[in-house]
């Protein structure tokens, strides 16, 4: 079934075009989980359809490379090739072989969707065309959010937490910083020439975006969301400061939001662990981590090692004695060692080298994107973000076009405000 469903993916791809290709899974991945969750088969280890939408997806990025061979793709070579060597030695030296090769191909995916912009954004049209498209994607996710909140069905073990077509609160709650971002992006840049019409639907879709976030309850996609809407709220709309009014009396009509925070001052004691809050959970976990981190420092216990050998050295008892780190840093160092980190580190300096490098150009919607980048990795301090498949993607795929749009000013030798016109270059 996998390889069918991917064979099918890439021949539509190859007949269809590598631009409608991105722009169908630009539009329907967001909302596609709840299917694939259904076709995953157990002895496959639990891959389906979306398995094979990801090996589409590399294969169609891999295909580009090969009939475009004048298309410079150094830049994302750049950005993701150290990382992903090493997470591929780290795979054989993996106590699950077959479930590490699987996350790498996920790691390569994200590369993949960081690579295709090169080959479908060629002007500021096509990025306001492909930010519009992820935006338009994300309707069927609210609407299933809504629903869950108005028929009680987000009912959660620490209360009610929206999830919408994603499997987790978390999960959602960055998909949902991803999507605000882009909106931004879209209402800031001088050169994407909105229509007014559909500036005023992005203006209003604001704030159901972000009372949505506050009911996923995931306080560290709040802190990010935080950051990137006061971005945009004092660098391009003051007006959007308005909404800070609200808090005061959101504090009061939904108590519960307040107790999410309240909730970290409680259980900090290791007296008594089963008391402990989520983040001193994970602070118990990663210390406990450390122990074995510092046997092998340089290269690690091979990918996903982690959540194999956890039982080993936490001293809780787990479910089904397995658990996740919590922190992509953690992960990193315990599976890659600090080889590993580095590189991923290294991802994330380029990138953002490259944004303010389009903010010295006048592209200054790329205080956005900078702005999303630091809200990832705030995020991958104490969340699983290596397995968020979905809205990394998305992320990945706005970088990748900022990457794009840079290069075809380069190419283009264009006038004194390059990003805020119609650049267009021949491939």
């Known amino acids: 079934m996998l390889i069918i469903g991917c064979a099918v993916l890439i021949l539509i791809a190859w007949f269809w075009g ?34 094979a939408v990801n090996l589409a997806a590399i294969a169609v990025a891999i295909g580009c490379m090969v009939s475009h061979p004048r298309v410079n793709i150094a830049p994302v070579a750049r950005l993701w090739l150290p990382f ?3 997470c591929l030695v780290a795979v054989p030296f993996s106590p699950d072989t077959s479930a590490a090769f699987r996350l790498f191909l996920v790691l390569v995916s994200h590369a993949a969707f960081c690579l295709l912009p090169f080959y479908v954004v060629r002007s500021i049209d096509d990025l306001r065309h492909f930010l519009l498209i992820i935006v ?3 309707l069927v996710p609210t609407l299933l959010a809504m629903m869950q909140l108005a028929f009680g069905w987000a009912q959660w073990e620490d209360g009610t937490r929206v999830q919408a077509t994603f499997t987790h609160p978390n999960i959602y709650a960055f998909y949902l910083m991803v999507v605000l971002a882009v909106v931004f992006v879209l209402l800031a840049g001088r050169g994407l ?16 975006l972000l009372g949505l976030m506050l009911m996923t309850k995931t306080r560290s996609a709040w802190a990010g969301t935080a950051l990137i809407f006061m971005t945009y709220a004092l660098l ?32 900090n004691s290791r007296d008594t662990y089963a008391a402990l809050n989520s983040y001193a959970f994970r602070v118990l976990l990663w210390e406990s981590a450390f122990t074995w981190i510092w046997e092998r420092p340089v290269f690690g216990w091979g990918l996903v090692g982690f959540a194999h050998y956890v039982a080993q050295f936490f001293p809780l008892a787990l479910e089904n004695d397995t658990i996740d780190s ?17 590189a991923f580190l290294w991802i994330y300096l380029i990138l953002i080298s490259l944004l303010i490098n389009l903010i010295r150009l006048r592209a200054r919607w790329a205080y956005i994107s900078l702005a999303l980048v630091v809200g ?8 699983n973000m290596l397995g968020y498949l979905v809205p990394t993607w998305y992320m990945w795929f706005m970088f990748g ?25 021949a491939r």
């Not at 559909?198 to 159901?208: D, F, I, S």
């Not at 919590?326 to 580095?342: D, K, R």
């Not at 264009?414 to 119609?422: C, S, V, Y």
Request: overall charge positive; proline content about 4%; glycine content about 8%.
């Open 84 to 86: 992903l060597m090493v």
């Open 193 to 208: 020439r909105l229509t007014r019409r559909t500036r005023n639907l992005l203006t209003l879709y604001v704030p159901v």
């Open 401 to 425: 076009s900022s990457y794009a749009i840079l290069r075809i000013y380069k190419l283009a030798r264009a006038g004194p405000e390059p990003l805020e016109t119609d650049l267009r270059v």
């Open 236 to 267: 391009f709309d003051r007006r959007n400061l308005l909404y800070l009014l609200g808090l005061p009396l959101l504090a009061v009509v939904m108590p519960e939001l307040v107790e999410r925070i309240a909730d970290l001052n409680q259980g």
């Open 376 to 383: 990832y990795l705030s995020m991958s301090y104490s969340d």
């Open 18 to 51: 590598a631009r409608r290709f991105v722009e169908a899974v630009l539009l329907t991945r967001s909302f596609c989980d709840p299917l694939f969750t259904l076709s995953k088969l157990d002895d496959l280890g639990g891959m389906g359809l979306g398995a």
């Open 326 to 342: 919590h922190s992509v840093f953690v992960q990193l160092l315990f599976e890659t060692g600090v080889i590993g980190l580095l």
């Open 136 to 138: 338009a994607g994300s």
